[in-house]
């Protein structure tokens, strides 16, 4: 089994930074892609960044050029630094990481318990 640990919120000012982290543990062979989602109050669960096992990245509209997301393989860890945060970004943020999984033809998702990000004067 696999457990994620977030680590790294808290409350910051607009146009400040913060930088989470997200380390995987237990039975891990490989990793394949991870990423980072966040949810409002009343809203639903959305993608903010993900990156494969290669290194490729993506990001939702919204963060693009501000955040960064990156990888350390050989800790199974994952990071997202945000800068110029927004009023707009206070949510909780949860990590989350596809392993392949026992059948070996697909993936299994594992998710951490989320970490609280506030931004506000």
């Known amino acids: 089994q696999v457990q994620l640990v977030e680590s790294g919120g808290g409350l910051v000012q607009p146009g400040g930074s913060l930088r989470l982290s997200c380390a995987a543990s237990g039975s891990i062979f490989s990793i394949n892609a991870m990423g980072w989602y966040r949810q409002a109050p009343g809203k639903q669960r959305e993608l903010v960044a993900d990156?494969?096992?290669?290194?490729?990245?993506n990001y939702a509209d919204s963060v693009k050029g501000r955040f960064t997301i990156s990888r350390d393989n050989a800790k199974n860890t994952v990071y997202l630094q945000m800068n110029s945060l927004k009023p707009e970004d206070t949510a909780v943020y949860y990590c989350n990481a596809d392993l392949p999984d026992r059948t070996g033809w697909g993936t299994a998702a594992y998710w951490g318990q989320g970490t609280q990000v506030t931004v506000s004067s």
């Open positions: 990156i494969n096992s290669g290194g490729s990245t």
